[in-house]
């Protein structure tokens, strides 16, 4: 599963400020964070099996991010092929009105389930979409937002506990680099869900649900948790900052082996630390 906080306006020294996890097995092949060969002026991750990207940003403040939907009865008749990934591409890659994009891509209905923020970090026009029925594309007005796998309004207690802990993070950092440490702090958060205030309409067993109820998830016995943690920051001087935490391939075999045969442990994971800097507008 995955987590995103994001903040419109709610700091007065840097306008906007996001924070994300995306939780992946940990075979699925990625590219980490970069520049594109072809579209110098995009920044973000790479899916390598779909060709998709889960966080992106464009240097003229162009913004998007994913999360896939945690499934319920209703989401599981017909189910879309394309993966969710590509909807961030594909706004990264247009030019279109963020509203515009989300209303045409409601109406194809071709992905996978999703939650979708598009955005212009430079106008502060942000808008959340939904595959889930029913739902329409909503204008993120200023304040402070966090969405995990369920709605935008979902009163998950992990998504209260994001809020909270961003909303603090806000208030206690003067710097940005004292705000990109709090955020990295509250996107390592490994502190469960009580059984009693997990989703109740879930397919997923309780044990599963548990596992998955951390911000920061680890299912070792299935490969499977947050592989990337990513925090961005727009100061009042039109600088974009992101910092990008990933998990290093830790799945070369003979390393691998060793730890799981010899030792009887999971593979340590391996952490790998990225910067990445750029004023507004630059070419």
């Not at 400020?17 to 790479?46: C, F, G, V």
């Not at 680890?218 to 948790?225: I, M």
């Not at 727009?234 to 290093?248: M, T, W």
């Amino acid at each position: 599963m995955c987590i995103v906080m994001l903040g419109i306006e709610a700091h007065p020294e840097m306008p906007i400020i996001i924070a994300s996890n995306r939780d992946e097995y940990q075979d699925r092949p990625t590219k980490p964070m970069a520049y594109w060969e072809d579209r110098p002026d995009i920044l973000s991750s790479m899916d390598l099996r779909k060709g998709g990207a889960w966080f992106g940003v464009t240097k003229e403040g162009r913004f998007a991010v994913v999360t896939n939907v945690r499934l319920n009865e209703e989401d599981t008749s017909n189910p879309p092929s394309a993966s969710r990934g590509l909807l961030v591409k594909a706004f990264l890659e247009s030019s279109r009105d963020p509203a515009e994009f989300a209303k045409t891509t409601l109406s194809e209905r071709q992905h996978h389930q999703y939650n979708l923020i598009v955005g212009d970090i430079t106008t502060r026009n942000f808008c959340y979409i939904s595959s889930r029925k029913g739902c329409r594309p909503k204008t993120l007005q200023p304040g402070v937002f966090c969405i995990s796998n369920g709605y935008l309004e979902s009163q998950w207690e992990k998504v209260e506990r994001g809020r909270k802990l961003f909303r603090e993070a806000l208030g206690e950092a003067k710097t940005v680099d004292a705000l990109h440490d709090q955020l990295h702090v509250i996107l390592q958060n490994t502190v469960q869900t009580p059984d009693v205030k997990l989703p109740t309409d879930s397919l997923l067993p309780s044990t599963a649900e548990r596992q998955l109820s951390s911000i920061f998830v680890r299912v070792d016995h299935l490969k499977y948790g947050t592989r990337e943690s990513t925090s961005l920051v727009l100061d009042k001087h039109g600088v974009v900052s992101v910092k990008n935490r990933y998990l290093h391939d830790a799945s070369a075999g003979l390393m691998e082996k060793f730890w799981q045969v010899c030792l009887g442990k999971p593979v340590p994971q391996q952490w790998q630390d990225q910067h990445y800097e750029f004023m507004l507008g630059e070419r």
